[in-house]
C-alpha cells in the first residue's frame, strides 16, 4: 500500500525509526510468503473486513502521516476488543450483537451513566465466561 511504503517503511519519521529499532533485524524481515508460522486463526471474519475498511477511510483522509499513525492505533484497539467480545460471544453462544453504551460524564447520575456500566461490566465479563467454559469443556472431554 503506497502510504505505508512512503510514510512508514521508506521514511525517517519517529514511528518508522521506532518501528525499525523494534523489529528484529532492523526492518529487514522476510517477505510474507516467506514467513513461517503467522496466521490467522480464521480465513474469513466480518471484523477482518471491517479493520480494513476503517485504516482506508482513516488513510484516505489526507492527513499528514504523523497524524494518521495514532487513529490507526485507536481504531486497531477498538476492533481488537470488538474481536475478543465476538469470540468469547461465540464460545458462550450467545448471538445478541457486540454493544457498547457510552456516557458523556454529567454531574447527576443518570440513566444512561447506569446502561454504560452494566455494558461495561458484562463486555468486562465475558472473556472470563468463554474461558470457563472453554475449560469445563475440555476437562468434561477428558473425563470422558
Not at 526492518?27 to 482506508?56: C, F, H, R, V
Not at 495514532?70 to 481504531?75: A, D, E, R, S
Given at each position: 500500500?503506497?502510504?505505508?511504503?512512503?510514510?512508514?517503511?521508506?521514511?525517517?519519521?519517529?514511528?518508522?525509526?521506532?518501528?525499525?529499532?523494534?523489529?528484529?533485524?532492523?526492518?529487514?524481515?522476510?517477505?510474507?510468503?516467506?514467513?513461517k508460522?503467522?496466521?490467522?486463526?480464521?480465513?474469513?471474519?466480518?471484523?477482518?473486513?471491517?479493520?480494513?475498511?476503517?485504516w482506508?477511510?482513516?488513510?484516505?483522509?489526507?492527513?499528514p502521516?504523523?497524524?494518521?499513525?495514532?487513529?490507526?492505533?485507536?481504531?486497531?484497539g477498538?476492533?481488537?476488543?470488538?474481536?475478543?467480545?465476538?469470540?468469547?460471544?461465540?464460545?458462550?453462544?450467545?448471538?445478541?450483537?457486540?454493544?457498547?453504551?457510552?456516557?458523556?460524564?454529567?454531574?447527576?447520575?443518570?440513566?444512561?451513566?447506569?446502561?454504560?456500566?452494566?455494558?461495561?461490566?458484562?463486555?468486562?465479563?465475558?472473556?472470563?465466561?468463554?474461558?470457563?467454559r472453554?475449560i469445563?469443556?475440555?476437562?468434561?472431554?477428558m473425563?470422558?
Amino acid at each position: 500500500m503506497p502510504f505505508f511504503e512512503s510514510n512508514i517503511l521508506k521514511s525517517n519519521s519517529i514511528y518508522s525509526r521506532l518501528a525499525r529499532i523494534l523489529q528484529p533485524n532492523e526492518g529487514e524481515e522476510a517477505t510474507l510468503a516467506d514467513m513461517k508460522g503467522t496466521y490467522l486463526p480464521y480465513e474469513y471474519l466480518p471484523e477482518y473486513s471491517n479493520l480494513a475498511e476503517d485504516w482506508i477511510k482513516i488513510i484516505n483522509c489526507n492527513i499528514p502521516a504523523y497524524d494518521t499513525i495514532p487513529h490507526l492505533v485507536n481504531i486497531t484497539g477498538l476492533h481488537m476488543i470488538i474481536y475478543f467480545l465476538n469470540r468469547s460471544k461465540e464460545v458462550l453462544n450467545e448471538s445478541t450483537k457486540t454493544h457498547f453504551i457510552l456516557e458523556i460524564l454529567a454531574p447527576k447520575k443518570t440513566i444512561i451513566r447506569e446502561l454504560a456500566s452494566d455494558s461495561y461490566l458484562e463486555n468486562n465479563n465475558l472473556s472470563r465466561l468463554a474461558i470457563e467454559r472453554y475449560i469445563r469443556g475440555i476437562k468434561k472431554r477428558m473425563n470422558g
